[in-house]
């Protein structure tokens, strides 16, 4: 396949503005349809870095049996989270006019003509005495001028005009991506908040910065939601009705800016926690505290957020940034095919060596594409299908865009402009977490939605199937985080253990099997395969066995010293199961649609071993995402004939907590020395491990609903 035929293909697959690659020369390169699943399987960790494990063979006989106690928290079961609040909601644009603003852009280099930037954007404000909590919404990279397609059939987001010329072509519309989330901010609104939500269009989405300090203007996105603050704070306090197209609106003493929450999509999401960054623990923190002296950040809430890393200036080196001091909750779609390697988990992974008192949480929807969570981002990311034990969460019978349409963005399907179910599982979730976060008045009680402790609303349940994790890390003490110390593969009886770090470099010797098969086919000379640098993983563990148990495997993970429990509520596992396939023949690959399931028990320090109870009573441990590795760069080889190399980037497996009330195994627990896990015969072995906590119980929840049970 001569290379242009190879572009050619790859962008036909999977075309759209690839909002998140580098630069046009690092395009994620696809030079395949199939998507790898797995054969070599994955397993529960044995080895804690630490010592070995004594192991057995015995099978427990509680092994197929359910757990006599259901621990699982059922009291959220019939919240109702979609319901509108009491207010009636008043709405109005705002617009400050544009204008060369060096707080949000600096001045490029090599005199090249400067940006203009604006304070524009839509408030949406309960009627009523105030003041209201305030949520700001920032949304992410996109085109920034649209083109209608067919009647009923979705706008085309293709041009970029509006970015840098502040208009669009004749027969094209300024695309309002920050109407996007209109579904959400009418029902905070209601609720008692007042919603802002930015248009960051102008000057900033569609471009790139001009230095790797703040190449994906991420710190310029976070200046943009201070300078949003900074504006409607003057508005307010000159009662300026001039700024907003409803000159009813009124936001003077209507606004209470010690109590904010951020939310940010895509690249808006990694722009909102550097907006709190900024604010707090930047070299600009001073300045932007006096000039906004009153503002309390007290919730951030990402969808599908990238984790490229920024600075102010240039003479500071880009850093990968958390948001400690407040609780954070991402939400990543399983099926997201833009942010395809889960980047926006990384914070919370980072998190997980500090210290904080508020909640961090990671919450996974799968078989939601990226762009769907944005009413206004009409066309598909993902090419109508997701890869693992998902199902895609829109229309995916609907027939392609005629010609020419069909041209500007091949994904584009005739009547289908969105998923319902995307949004309205977001316009949950996001009531919980900023309801339960933010304001004088919280619904505390709403996030539990966020704590595997408690089983999800029924309405939530019937949308998308999910998984969580979650932690309080000064409420909770680390028991074992067992992929961190081991250095080389460990075989125990039928299992192999191994850290992800190795795991990954075996499975790259794999994944450059498949290249050079394909390259056989398709009459490459060759392909060579390597990871990219960017690539993260967490030091977590690997268990798998290549065959179905032939009997139930036992064995004991050893603390390294005996642990206390009392004051502790639950002992928590963050699992994940991903079987990947590296079979050329994709007929080799099929779907590993099975369950992880295992039993689990404490071991006391006296030697005594409790009762055991039921994984599959807690959570669903599925192979939901397959793949380890996606193509995200292919440059060309010097060779006589057609090569390449490829990059290679880590796709983020995405944990899920497991929680488990001490409680539950019955019999007095005073102190443990490890924890004894069964697999059950004919299963084939297949778990990730990252870390053992025991959790106090949070004292705002510690009245336990009288519909748990005990």
């Known amino acids: 396949m001569p290379q242009s035929s190879l572009l050619k293909y790859c962008w036909t697959n999977h075309p759209g503005l690839l909002k998140h690659g580098p630069s046009v020369q690092a395009l994620r390169l696809w030079l395949h349809t199939k998507r790898f699943y797995v054969k070599t399987q994955l397993g529960l960790i044995v080895w804690l870095g630490l010592g070995m494990i004594a192991c057995d063979s015995s099978p427990d006989r509680r092994i197929r049996e359910a757990s006599d106690l259901k621990i699982v928290d059922n009291s959220l079961q019939s919240v109702d989270l979609l319901a509108d609040g009491p207010y009636t909601v008043e709405e109005s644009l705002y617009d400050s006019g544009p204008r060369l603003d060096r707080d949000v852009l600096p001045p490029p280099p090599f005199d090249l003509p400067e940006v203009q930037t604006d304070i524009r954007g839509k408030i949406y404000l309960p009627i009523g005495s105030g003041p209201f909590p305030v949520i700001v919404y920032l949304h992410g990279n996109h085109g920034t001028c649209g083109t209608p397609s067919v009647p009923n059939g979705p706008r085309l987001d293709i041009g970029l005009d509006f970015t840098e010329q502040g208009s669009c072509p004749e027969g094209m519309v300024e695309s309002p991506s920050y109407r996007g989330y209109e579904y959400s901010a009418r029902h905070l609104a209601s609720w008692g908040y007042a919603v802002v939500s930015i248009n960051a269009n102008r000057g900033i989405t569609g471009r790139n910065g001009y230095d790797n300090w703040d190449w994906g203007l991420i710190y310029a996105r976070g200046k943009l939601v201070l300078r949003t603050i900074e504006q409607l704070q003057a508005w307010a306090r000159e009662d300026l009705v001039q700024a907003f ?12 800016w010690t ?41 951030i809430f990402e969808i599908a ?14 850093m990968k940034i958390e948001a400690p ?69 829109w229309d995916t019978s609907t027939p392609t865009l005629p010609p020419p349409f069909d041209t500007y963005e091949p994904l584009a ?10 949004q309205d599982f977001a316009k949950g979730l996001l009531a919980a977490f900023f309801r339960s976060h933010v304001g004088k008045q919280r619904a505390l009680e709403l996030g539990r939605v966020f704590d595997p402790q408690y089983r999800l609303p029924q309405q939530l349940n019937r949308l998308a199937p999910s998984t969580r994790e979650f932690v309080r890390l000064q409420e909770s003490l680390v028991l074992s985080r067992p992929g961190v110390d081991l250095q080389n593969p460990v075989p125990i009886g039928p299992l192999l253990l191994r850290s992800m770090q190795q795991r990954v470099q075996d499975d790259l010797k794999l994944q450059q099997v498949y290249w050079e098969a394909y390259a056989k086919d398709k009459g490459i000379e060759r392909i060579e395969t390597y990871l990219t640098p960017d690539s993260f993983f967490r030091p977590s563990l690997s268990l798998s066995s290549d065959t179905p148990l032939k009997e139930a495997f036992a064995y004991e993970l050893r603390f390294p010293s005996d642990v206390a429990t009392q004051g502790y509520w639950t002992i928590d596992l963050s699992l994940a199961r991903r079987t990947p396939c590296y079979e050329y023949d994709v007929k080799l690959c099929p779907i590993d649609q099975t369950d992880m399931d295992l039993s689990l028990a404490l071991v006391l320090s006296d030697g005594r071993v409790t009762p055991s109870v039921q994984l599959r009573d807690y959570v669903q441990i599925k192979n939901w995402h397959p793949q380890y590795f996606e193509v995200m760069q292919a440059d060309p080889l010097p060779s006589r004939g057609e090569a390449y190399a490829l990059g290679l980037g880590f796709i983020q497996p995405l944990f899920q907590t497991a929680r488990f009330e001490l409680t539950d195994f019955q019999m007095p627990i005073d102190s443990i020395r490890g924890i004894k896990i069964t697999f059950p015969a004919d299963e084939t072995v297949s778990l990730l491990l990252d870390e053992i906590r025991l959790v106090k119980q949070p004292l705002r929840f510690a009245k336990r609903s009288a519909s748990a049970s005990s």
């Open 245 to 256: 197209s409803n000159h009813q609106v009124h936001i003077k003493d209507k606004l209470d």
């Open 259 to 299: 109590e904010v929450g951020l939310m940010g999509h895509s690249r808006g999401g990694e722009g909102v926690r550097y907006a709190y960054n900024i604010y707090h623990a930047s070299n600009e923190s001073a300045v932007w505290q006096q000039r906004l002296p009153q503002l309390g950040i007290r919730g």
């Open 305 to 318: 957020p990238v984790d490229f890393g920024a600075s102010g200036d240039a003479s500071t080196e880009p």
């Open 325 to 393: 001091g407040v609780a954070w909750t991402v939400l990543i779609p399983g099926c997201d095919n833009d942010v395809i390697d889960f980047s926006g988990s990384r914070p919370y992974a980072r998190a997980l060596d500090q210290q904080d008192s508020f909640p961090k949480a990671v919450f996974t929807v799968w078989g939601a594409n990226h762009n769907f969570f944005n009413s206004e981002w009409q066309v598909s990311d993902a090419p109508h299908s997701c890869v693992g034990h998902q199902t895609p969460l």
């Open 413 to 422: 399907r005739e009547h289908l402009t969105g998923s319902k179910a995307q």
